[in-house]
């Protein structure tokens, strides 16, 4: 089996060479309509991409949504993704969105180090519960935040979004020659071979390459949690639902909080 043409998104989606253009643009508008009720560029260490953006409801924040940003941790950043903070807002919600060191300049366990790093400072501005998504890498990074080793104390859920769950078929692509997992790292960061220390929901498009509807579900039996499988959903419109307030993703992020 192909494992570089298993996880590969963009090719088996229409027009998907676009997207990154849009997503900066609606990002941009997006924090710009805000005004101060975007505080951008918050750090939460010394590196220069360890740094968040905070987006505030216009009342007191509800509890706090973070999403951390997918990319096979090689690339983007979280100022592409700031529209995805609507939904929340809408609901009373303030959202978080980190960005972290790509590798090869950081290898998986540190970006997973920088993360947990994140939501602690994220969590010191806004009180309340604390409920952690994020897509692909990002998924796999919400997931591994649901994980006894870098669970915060005021995480209620979290919510990985088409997640690495399972780091090891990586091993046999050409990004590992950026990524350097080796055997041993893959395990450790692997959330499917941890135990949750909170709730949990998988979520998933339907549309997605058979190897993330795999890794999807893999999470959830391995958690014994729910999972969707949103229906016709693809790679990258899955997340497009955390810009609605009363989308069926927002809803779950955020049910009975």
């Known amino acids: 089996m192909d494992m570089d043409r298993e996880y590969a998104n963009g090719a088996f989606i229409p027009g998907s060479d676009a997207l990154p253009d849009l997503w900066a643009q609606k990002a941009a508008a997006f924090r710009a309509s ?134 090891e078929p990586l091993l046999q692509t050409e990004m590992n020659q950026t990524l350097w997992l080796d055997p041993e790292e893959a395990l450790a960061e692997s959330p499917a071979h941890h135990p949750r220390a909170c709730d949990a929901h998988v979520w998933v498009g339907g549309n997605e390459r058979p190897a993330f509807l795999w890794q999807a579900r893999t999470l959830s039996e391995s958690w014994d949690c729910a999972w969707t499988v949103d229906p016709g959903l693809h790679h990258f419109s899955v997340i497009d639902g955390l810009q609605h307030p009363d989308s069926a993703l927002l809803t779950t992020c955020l049910k009975g909080l």
């Open 34 to 167: 805000l005004g101060k009720s975007a505080r951008l560029g918050l750090p939460y260490g010394p590196e220069p991409r360890q740094a968040l953006d905070l987006f505030l409801p216009q009342s007191t924040p509800r509890g706090l949504l973070v999403f951390v940003h997918g990319g096979y941790w090689l690339a983007m950043g979280r100022e592409s993704w700031s529209h995805l903070a609507a939904g929340a807002l809408a609901r009373g919600w303030a959202c978080a969105m980190p960005s972290y060191t790509l590798a090869p300049q950081a290898r998986i366990r540190h970006i997973t180090a920088e993360i947990a790093n994140a939501v602690a400072v994220a969590a010191a501005e806004v009180a309340g519960p604390l409920v952690i998504t994020g897509h692909s890498a990002g998924g796999h990074l919400a997931a591994r935040m649901g994980c006894a080793d870098h669970h915060h104390p005021r995480t209620a859920r979290v919510v990985p979004i088409s997640p690495l769950a399972d780091l």
